[in-house]
T-cell receptor, first 115, second 114 residues
Framework: GAVVSQHPSRVICKSGTSVKIECRSL??????MFWYRQFPKQSLMLMAT?????????EQGVEKDKFLINHASLTLSTLTVTSAHPEDSSFYIC???????????FGPGTRLTVT | AQSVTQLDSHVSVSEGTPVLLRCNYS??????LFWYVQHPNKGLQLLLK??????LVKGINGFEAEFKKSETSFHLTKPSAHMSDAAEYFC????????????FGKGTTLSVSS
């Protein structure tokens, strides 16, 4: 149980375009979803936290107009990287939790490459 | 504010020998503590978690960790390393209430040689 999927697993896009990454909780209702970014050989950095039906809370230094997060349902959150640039290339990982849970359940990640 | 320090960026062991990955934390409350493992280009897998129950926590794949409040430590151990244990390991802390954001350590790369 508590499975989280991400789609796509890999995406290559051209500089200036936008790309959407989906995060789904497959067998539970995710009241909160989190988006992380991981650079090569580095730790995960929290980008934003989103509660279903509410606006996302972004961490300091994360551009909310560039990284659009939508958590429209209890099983789906999306991260849209707008006007992508090569420096946005990274591994993006989502996680989800259900109400009352200490644990976050992580998706398998999405490798974004901007050319 | 909470923080976590993984004391070794890289640990190398031989197959069949014990594994010790060290983690110290800082928290103003009674934190929840986790160890996650990440294989190359993969997502994170939870190895074990401490949430104020037994201080010695057993996880998957033979790993265990002991919560020591007096030392503010949560070291990860395994009696006998296997080649498949080679991966990146993250120590993670979270303050109550449930659902507070996770704070990740910088990670420890475990290498296992035959």
């Amino acid at each position: 149980g508590a499975v989280v999927s991400q789609h796509p697993s890999r995406v290559i896009c051209k500089s200036g375009t936008s790309v959407k990454i989906e995060c789904r909780s497959l067998d539970f209702q995710a009241t909160t979803m989190f988006w992380y970014r991981q650079f090569p050989k580095q730790s995960l950095m929290l980008m934003a936290t989103s509660n279903e039906g509410s606006k996302a809370t972004y961490e300091q230094g994360v551009e909310k107009d560039k990284f659009l997060i939508n958590h429209a349902s209890l099983t789906l959150s999306t991260l849209t990287v707008t006007s992508a640039h090569p420096e946005d290339s990274s591994f993006y990982i989502c996680s989800a939790r259900y109400r009352g849970s200490y644990e976050q359940y992580f998706g398998p990640g999405t490798r974004l490459t901007v050319t | 504010a909470q923080s976590v320090t993984q004391l070794d960026s890289h640990v190398s062991v031989s197959e069949g020998t014990p594994v010790l990955l060290r983690c110290n934390y800082s928290s103003s409350y009674s934190p929840s503590l986790f160890w996650y493992v990440q294989h190359p280009n993969k997502g994170l897998q939870l190895l074990l978690k401490y949430t104020s129950a037994a201080t010695l926590v057993k996880g998957i794949n033979g790993f265990e960790a002991e919560f020591k409040k007096s030392e503010t430590s949560f070291h990860l151990t395994k009696p006998s390393a296997h080649m498949s244990d080679a991966a990146e390991y993250f120590c993670v802390v979270s303050d109550p209430p449930p659902g507070t954001a996770l704070i990740f350590g910088k990670g420890t790369t475990l290498s296992v040689s035959s």
